[in-house]
């Protein structure tokens, strides 16, 4: 149902990042030409002339006064000199950047940092005129090319690449691994399955909505909530939802059914429907929770949604995004990368591995990944080969984060229906930064394809 976005994931449309990158670089390039100005930082940089060779002599870095935090440069390798500043902020979050490339690559790539405010004479011999810049050097010490701005380490490595140096495999760079036919086929009986999420429908709790095209199921009132609040046109009406009773087994409508709406242990909504309210009230003696009526339910259903799709979600399924101190979730890992997407700001991502639960944090600069913690993490991008042998997302519950590619691949081989691509954590976030913000408003949004 999310095919609006996947058939643009699909697409490689790179026409707009590029144009937004040089804006971003843009204004890095304003921002950081008043903050030097304003804090006194070396008049020499920002006005040497471009194009200016600059020097490659591995003894540069002896020569400064004070030596910046890099060892001296390695002989016979390739090096990237990265020139910053600790207190610039595009230059902060390319830290863990190079500090991850200097181990990953320990003995192929001499990875260096030069601070221009320590070391005012760096900026003027390296001919710098922002920062950060970075500047790679082939193995003989000669300069190959130079970049002015954030780069992510997945573009450091792809400019290495395009320059024809091989740096040789990278203890964290993830291999190519799909499966785009599933390895066993789904032979759950169709009533059996939750139109949204794809799981099993749990008897005591299926929900489901009459359509003029038949009727719709769902594994519980939460994944009927979530195609709801997806729903643009036509939303269901109360009377077309059926739900079941919890003690009886007997199908209710919805409108008159008393909820009890608790948690179970791990904290996670449950929602219970009751005919008779005196077996409403024995629930709620037994397991917690409140009585509610549909409305109260409905709002309470609601009032989390995903900051990428709005879609209802419950918090403990989702994942955690930070943006400017403030919290909201992503329904799932795509959707928590998006919402940098959708709101043009840096974000925090807190996610769990699909497979063990260990932790995930993702942060992004200026769409792309900044830090990655475990900085193993991969993506499992959920497609299926649409009618046409295209590529389209299999939807939200079909997205993970692993902290490595065994637990996906782990993962993948316990789920044999499961299809899909690895995919960087970089690569997913940057096929979000691809979106417009049309096609932002249309994702996962069910509009013309109504349940059927
Ligand atoms: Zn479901
Ligand atoms: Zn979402």
Redesign the pocket.
């Known amino acids: 149902m999310s095919n609006d976005e996947s058939a643009v994931m699909a697409k490689s449309s790179k026409g707009l990042a590029v144009k937004l990158g040089i804006v971003v670089l843009l204004l890095i390039a304003v921002g950081l030409t008043i903050y030097m100005k304003e804090n006194g930082a070396p008049a020499n940089v920002g006005m040497a002339a471009s194009g200016e060779p600059s020097p490659a002599d591995p003894s540069l870095q002896a020569d400064l006064e004070s030596p910046a935090p890099a060892s001296s440069p390695a002989q016979g390798i390739p090096r990237l000199v990265d020139l910053g500043a600790t207190k610039c902020i595009p230059c902060k979050m390319m830290a863990p950047i190079l500090e991850q490339l200097k181990k990953d690559y320990a003995g192929r790539l001499d990875v260096q940092f030069i601070d221009v405010w320590e070391n005012p004479s760096a900026g003027d011999e390296y001919g710098v005129q922002m920062i950060p810049t970075q500047i790679f050097y082939d193995a003989s010490g000669k300069e190959l090319i130079r970049h002015q701005g954030f780069i992510s380490r997945e573009d450091i490595l792809a400019q290495w690449a395009e320059l024809g140096v091989d740096l040789g495999p990278s203890a964290a760079a993830p291999a190519e691994f799909s499966r785009l036919d599933p390895a066993a086929p789904d032979t759950r009986p169709r009533e059996s399955v939750?139109?949204?999420?794809?799981?099993d429908?749990n008897p005591k709790t299926r929900t489901v909505l009459k359509t003029d095209k038949g009727d719709v199921a769902?594994?519980?009132p939460?994944?009927y909530f979530?195609t709801y609040s997806s729903m643009v046109e036509n939303k269901p009406v109360l009377e077309n939802v059926s739900i079941t009773d919890w003690a009886a087994g007997a199908v209710l409508s919805a409108a008159s059914a008393k909820y009890v709406y608790g948690v179970d242990a791990k904290n996670r909504p449950t929602v219970k429907a009751f005919a008779d309210p005196a077996a409403a009230s024995a629930e709620q003696q037994a397991t917690g929770g409140n009585i509610v009526e549909w409305a109260a339910l409905q709002d309470k259903e609601l009032a989390t949604r995903c900051g990428f799709c709005d879609r209802a979600v419950y918090p403990e399924d989702a994942c955690v995004v930070k943006v400017e101190g403030l919290s909201t979730w992503g329904c799932c890992t795509m959707c928590a990368l998006g919402v940098a997407a959708r709101l043009q700001k840096d974000i925090e991502v807190t996610a769990k591995d699909a497979l063990t639960g260990e932790t995930i944090n993702v942060k992004t600069f200026e769409g792309h990944v900044a830090l990655l913690e475990p900085h193993t993490s991969v993506a499992w991008a959920g497609t299926k080969k649409d009618a046409e042998g295209k590529l389209v997302s299999t939807g939200c519950?079909k997205q993970a984060f692993f902290v490595n590619e065994a637990n996906l691949k782990l993962w993948v081989d316990a789920h044999p229906t499961a299809t899909g691509r690895l995919v960087s954590i970089e690569q997913a976030l940057s096929e979000k930064m691809k979106l417009t913000p049309q096609q932002i408003s249309k994702a996962c949004k069910i509009g013309e394809c109504t349940p059927k």
């Open positions: 939750c139109y949204m999420c794809d799981g429908i769902f594994c519980s939460h994944c979530i519950f």
